[in-house]
């Protein structure tokens, strides 16, 4: 269980990483 919430973990910071790497590419086009 605890292996699986620190996956569960892992994947929403990752997650959250790439959508403000995603937004500032495109802030940078703009």
């Known amino acids: 269980m605890g292996l699986s919430i620190g996956l569960v973990i892992v994947a929403v ?11 500032s590419v495109k802030k940078s086009h703009l």
């Open 13 to 23: 910071l990752l997650s959250t990483f790439a959508f403000f790497i995603v937004r």
